[in-house]
């Protein structure tokens, strides 16, 4: 069993992900993996994501993620302490996840694994 609560992964939201990958490669050497359909490739095999948001509405974003055990109780007890939903939750076959920000507006991700998945 993986463990929940930590931050690991890491996401680039962009409408330039040629412009990213070149910053980014530049700057840490990154490399990318092939963009899938949905405009969605890794970083450095599996330890982020570059997303081209182009299209899902466009926006720029930098985000952590924190897995989590349970998304939806995680979900509801985000949003009573006052996290607003950014990105509602998507199930994209292999996990769960959704954007939020907190009181202050800073944007972070939540994931949980799909049984299975």
């Known amino acids: 069993m993986s463990d929940t609560n930590t931050v690991n992964y890491f996401e680039i939201g962009t409408t330039d992900p040629q412009a990213a990958r ?3 490669g530049e700057v840490f050497g990154w490399t990318f993996g092939a963009a899938n359909p949905g405009g969605y490739a890794t970083v450095n095999e599996n330890a982020g994501g570059l997303w081209d948001s182009s299209g899902i509405g466009g926006g720029s974003w930098a985000v952590f993620y924190v897995e989590v055990a349970d998304i939806h109780a995680t ?3 985000a949003t009573a302490a006052g996290a607003a ?3 509602p939750l998507v199930d994209n076959g292999v996990i769960l996840f959704a954007h939020l920000a907190d009181p ?3 944007r972070f991700g939540v994931w949980q694994r799909k049984v299975g998945g």
């Open 22 to 24: 070149a910053f980014y």
């Open 75 to 77: 979900l509801a007890h």
């Open 85 to 87: 939903t950014v990105r």
């Open 104 to 106: 202050a507006g800073n």
